[in-house]
């Protein structure tokens, strides 16, 4: 049963139970959910310190807005006392710090629950790791819990947690929310203080908060983006939504179309005003601009965050247990390398152009968001990780599913994937906004869900 943070935030406070009690009801749920993959490593005795440090700070009335507030913790964000891995067996060391986004959170009285696993080095979406096993899909063990972030989204899903972080390079934080059937939120890069991550592409890298529910989502954002948490929701028919038909609702799982449609029906209904729009140029500039920008950077990055570790890069890829990831990474040795002018081109002219279509297509149809399925399918079986099938063809597993979500990410746009309703598989929808109208899209993200929770 999943768990609401604000509820169980109230629960502590009210005396309802200790902090001390949660973490020790916690260390019994994690043994079990370690066989699904979930979780990397936790601190029992830790947790039990901990909770009690919490319960005693809540008797002195000196508790934060997050006091007591265990976290699920992706494995490559660095915590001061729980290895960093990012997934692979080369890393081992502990950061002696946190992450400053992390830390944003500790400030305010949340708590480190446990390390969740991800797919290897958090370069791909199925979380399929070949070093730490698999994270099992709690709506279907069998199935995927998508990636990169799979271990914080199935945590979540599962209820062991209430909330936790993700990150999100092209749709990690909420690939594996849509897949598990809970809300993953990719903030406009840079609202939260960089540095503590293991890196993939500083461009596009971001923390990403999930939970079960948009206002959690909203309370752990305010916290590490420093504002203030404003629970205000617009009224549904002040609201002006693009539908975006070309690409984004293009080719979907009968199950995805289906559900995605139906949430469009509610919103009508509801007073929303739907808009069917496309932004100009973008798929075009994203072709030219996605992966020229990840691959390069990685290929810098990657290496100087493992020599800062006593790593070599070629010690750590031999390491790498996901044939996926092993493949990706030395299609980019030697001459085989991302070119610097694709690279440079990418950042400056398609990313360019994309963040600038981006913006003007905001304005001159003066919405409040773009809505689209999160994922073109839902999950599959676990071990698909070359191909998938998609409405009678194979097709690549990484870009297929990280169609919709992947130009949010070159952008740096705040985009936060939502459960929608029915039986089945989980489903997810996407909200995306204008870079840097964060806490306005949570608001409208709100409104969205209250609509679809009648």
């Known amino acids: 049963m999943q768990v609401s943070l604000r509820n169980h935030i109230r629960a502590l406070q009210s005396g309802e139970y200790s902090a001390e009690a949660y973490a020790g009801s916690l260390i019994e749920r994690f043994e079990g959910a370690k066989a699904g993959g979930a979780l990397i490593s936790f601190d029992g005795p830790a947790l039990l310190d901990q909770g009690r440090a919490s319960d005693e700070r809540l008797k ?9 507030a265990f976290l699920a913790v992706k494995d490559n964000i660095d915590t001061s006392s729980l290895p960093t891995t990012g997934g ?45 096993g698999p994270v099992r ?38 690939i594996p929310a849509a897949l598990c059937g809970v809300v993953g939120f990719r903030p406009t890069t840079d609202r939260y203080p960089r540095g503590g991550v293991v890196p993939l592409s500083s461009t596009r890298d971001t923390v990403g908060p999930m939970a079960t529910n948009v206002a959690d989502v909203a309370l752990l954002d305010a916290a590490m983006a420093g504002t203030a948490v404003n629970d205000d929701i617009p009224a549904a028919d002040a609201l002006r939504i693009a539908v975006p038909r070309r690409v984004l609702w293009d080719d979907l799982d009968p199950m995805v179309a289906q559900r995605c449609e139906a949430v469009l029906q509610r919103l009508a209904k509801a007073g929303v005003t739907l808009v069917e729009t496309d932004p100009a140029d ?14 390069f950077e990685t290929m810098v990055e990657l290496p100087a965050y493992l020599s800062a570790r006593g790593i070599s890069f070629d010690e750590m890829l031999a390491q790498v247990q996901s044939p996926d990831v092993r493949g990706v990474l030395e299609s980019q040795l030697g001459d085989q390398r991302m070119p610097e002018a694709a690279y440079r081109a990418a950042l400056t002219t398609h990313r360019v152009s994309m963040q600038r279509n981006w913006a003007a297509w905001f304005e001159a149809n003066r919405i409040d968001a ?37 130009h949010g990410s070159v952008i740096g746009a705040p985009g936060i994937s939502l459960p929608t309703p029915g039986d089945g598989l989980p489903v997810g929808i996407e909200l995306d906004g204008a870079v840097g109208q964060d806490s306005w899209l949570l608001k409208v993200a709100a409104c969205v869900q209250a609509i679809l929770d009648r």
């Open 137 to 174: 899909n709690p709506a279907d063990p069998s199935m995927i819990a998508g990636g990169s972030s799979g271990g914080t989204a199935a945590a979540i899903a599962a209820g062991l947690l209430p909330a936790g972080l993700g990150t999100d390079t092209g749709g990690s934080s909420r």
């Open 60 to 68: 002195a009335g000196q508790g934060g807005v997050l006091e007591g």
């Open 88 to 132: 692979t067996r080369a890393l081992t060391t502990t950061a002696g710090q946190n992450a400053p986004s992390l830390q944003r959170l500790l400030d305010h009285g949340a708590i480190v629950a446990g390390k969740t696993n991800l797919h290897e080095l958090a370069f791909g979406i199925t979380s399929n790791n070949g070093a730490f």
């Open 282 to 295: 973008l798929w075009e500039d994203n072709a030219a601009a996605s992966f020229p920008i990840v691959l």
């Open 370 to 406: 773009a809505i689209f399925p999160t994922t073109p399918l839902v999950a599959r079986p676990i071990g698909q990780d070359e191909t998938v099938r998609l409405n009678g063809q194979d097709l690549p597993t990484f870009p297929t599913y990280i169609r919709n979500t992947d």
